[in-house]
């Protein structure tokens, strides 16, 4: 969700922050502009529409050394030339780009407005920009100090990249709820959203924690507390990302790639974890917790979207291993509920990106009532890695393409692992754990045995890619398969597709069941199945289209659904590790043949950091 670029060193400025907004793009936009301080003057072009789009309208003598620019993701005013971002001031003076919301932005505006100024677009980031140039156009303050003045009286959450005029060779950025991360090179600095669009460049950089401001020039920089306004000390990083990671690699699309990338996170998730002789399982970052995790009362899990879809598997995992009653909230509705957290539950947060406005919302609500914090996380460094007591990255990788695909797969490894680790911990040695076990050492090979099936998948896509809805039928482990599948497809194909409790199907979706209709059944051979097949003739009885994803292929299965994916079969709680794939390569197969954006969907973010 919107992304921010900052340049200043001695390269081409209009390249860099060019070549960086494309590096952001995955993260979801409507629009994007640039500023560039040039003789003297800042110069503005900004667009609605792609990158490419801006591109064609860049005046061809655009030059100049520091600069910045902005992917947007409309919050406050339709996407349009005037709403996109770089803001500037009335005076000319000052530019602004944003990500985040100013919520007092009316207070702002009316304050403004009341002293004559005149605003020209609906957004609160040009309400920002105003109110910095009319702090530095009263007072005798420096540009940094009236940043900062204007800062202390914004209410929201911001990550901001400021230019002045005045000065030719100085960038400012602050931070307060949306993540900025600075690049420290060889006579060039950078600043952005995240570590993407600077890792050509460099891999020092330095994470703003909220609160801070920076003053940037060519050759250093300066972090200074917003409130106290002294200067904080801020340790350099070596980033852990390379360039191959953040390009396609030969695949025509990050989602396939990253699909297919899952053969490989999956064992990431356990590399070094997992001693599949001893069966051990240590997981250093929650090593010290894990007494005081076993002794919870009661367990949250909290996450958005398809982290969400996560939360639920790991609610049943961690209730099927080690029996401590858990609780699966989305993080939106966590922040609000009146829920009982005291210093005998746990939260758990789950997150990719680590930035969710409400899932971190979540973490403090959490914090706040002193109750143990764990965050299953993917990018390192993130908010809800940092504000967390412990927990467990999973190291998946970058994830650039908006649908979560490999962070999934995972999330759901590094569930398993927890709940092995909290089983083994509690003394349980129960066949079921060495079961889990001795099919986790080789899920890679089965994981592989499903990625080979993409081309056959690409044929089932063909005969379906003109449905206008679906239905994703599961049971158990299944039924959070179930939703992912069809969130997956609904977000990259625009095919409105439903998940349900299978055996919920007679409670109001069978309405919709007819020949038009396909419908996904997840027919796994466990102790539903048999209930899993009266619906599966349930569905044909009103001539539905049956696709069914099964481990085990029996006559009467064959004899009853239209379409069978096989899975290898593994033991029922690793299933879904399996299952959820065929559903990822049918959404991105028929996406693909619909003409869709699989990377950037219409309208979606890859991390939603507003709420
Ligand atoms: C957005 C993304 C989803 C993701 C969700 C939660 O909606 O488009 O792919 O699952 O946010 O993101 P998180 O980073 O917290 O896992």
């Known amino acids: 969700m919107c992304g ?69 993701w409309a919050t406050h005013g339709v996407p349009n030339d005037i709403n996109a971002h770089p803001h500037l001031d009335s005076s000319g003076k000052i530019a602004l780009v944003h990500n985040g919301i100013i919520e007092n932005h009316h207070a702002l505006r009316q304050l403004l407005e009341g002293e004559g100024h005149t605003l020209g677009s609906e957004t609160d980031t040009e309400v920002l920009a105003e109110y910095i140039g009319y702090i530095y156009g009263r007072n005798s303050v420096s540009f940094p100090d009236a940043v900062r003045m204007a800062l202390t009286k914004v209410v929201g959450a911001y990550g901001i ?169 989305y993080a939106s509705e966590f922040r ?3 829920l009982i957290i005291n210093p005998k539950t746990t939260v758990m947060a789950i997150s990719q990106s680590g930035e969710t406005a409400d899932t971190l919302a979540a973490v403090h609500k959490a914090n706040e009532a002193g109750t143990l914090t764990m965050g299953i996380v993917n990018a390192v460094g993130s908010s809800v890695a940092r504000e967390t007591n412990c927990g467990v990255f999973i190291h998946a990788g970058p994830e650039i393409g908006v649908a979560s695909t490999k962070a999934f797969t995972s999330q759901l490894t590094v569930l398993m692992l927890v709940s092995l680790l909290l089983a083994q911990q509690a003394g349980e040695s129960s066949q079921e754990v060495a079961s889990v076990l001795k099919e986790l050492a080789v899920i890679e090979d089965k994981v592989k045995q499903v990625l080979a099936q993409s081309d056959a998948i690409l044929d089932l896509a063909r005969e379906y890619q003109d449905s206008n809805n679906f239905l994703y039928l599961g049971r158990g482990f299944q039924f959070p398969i179930a939703l992912e599948g069809a969130l997956k497809l609904k977000e990259i194909s625009y095919i409105h597709a439903e998940g349900y409790p299978a055996a919920e199907m007679k409670h109001g979706p069978i ?68 299952t959820v794939i065929p559903l990822q390569l049918l959404a991105y197969h028929i996406a693909v043949l619909r003409d869709c954006h699989v990377d950037q969907p219409r309208n979606l973010a890859k991390s939603v950091t507003v709420e």
Not at 24 to 44: K, V, W
Not at 295 to 313: E, N, V
Not at 552 to 571: A, G, S, Y
């Open 336 to 338: 609000y509920r009146k």
């Open 4 to 72: 921010i670029v900052g340049y200043n060193g001695y390269r081409p400025s209009v390249e860099v922050l060019i070549q960086g907004l494309h590096r952001l793009e995955y993260r979801g936009y409507d629009s994007a502009g640039i500023t560039i301080h040039q003789d003297g003057e800042l110069r503005t072009i900004k667009k609605c529409g792609k990158i490419r789009d801006l591109e064609k309208t860049l005046p061809t003598d655009m030059a100049g050394s520091m600069g910045m620019g902005h992917t947007r």
């Open 511 to 578: 309405a919709l069941i007819d020949e038009n209709m396909p419908v996904v059944v997840m027919a796994l051979k466990d102790r539903t199945y048999e209930k899993v097949l009266s619906n599966i003739q349930e569905i044909k009885a009103r001539k539905g289209r049956v696709i069914a994803v099964a481990n085990d292929v029996e006559p009467e299965l064959e004899k009853l659904t239209d379409h069978i994916i096989q899975v290898p079969t593994t033991h029922r709680l690793l299933l879904p590790l399996l």
């Open 161 to 329: 990249v400021a230019m002045c005029e005045d000065e030719p060779e100085l960038l400012v950025a602050a931070r307060l709820g949306s993540p900025l991360v600075l690049g420290v090179g060889e006579q060039e600095m950078f600043v952005a959203s995240d570590a993407t669009p600077i890792v050509e460049y460099t891999r020092n950089v330095v994470y703003l924690s909220d609160g801070e401001m920076a003053m940037v020039n060519r050759i250093s920089y300066e972090v200074l507390s917003i409130t106290h306004n002294i200067p904080v000390h801020k340790s350099e990083q070596q980033v852990d990302l390379t360039l191959e990671q953040i390009e396609k690699g030969g695949y025509p699309h990050f989602m396939l790639k990253e699909i297919m990338e899952q053969e490989t996170t999956i064992p990431d998730a356990m590399r070094g974890r997992m001693d599949f002789p001893t069966g051990k399982v240590n997981l250093g970052g929650i090593r010290d917790w894990q007494n005081r995790l076993l002794d919870s009362d009661w367990i949250y899990i909290t996450a958005c979207g398809t982290s969400w879809h996560a939360a639920l598997i790991g609610g049943f995992l961690i209730e099927a291993l080690v029996g401590i009653p858990t609780k699966v909230e």
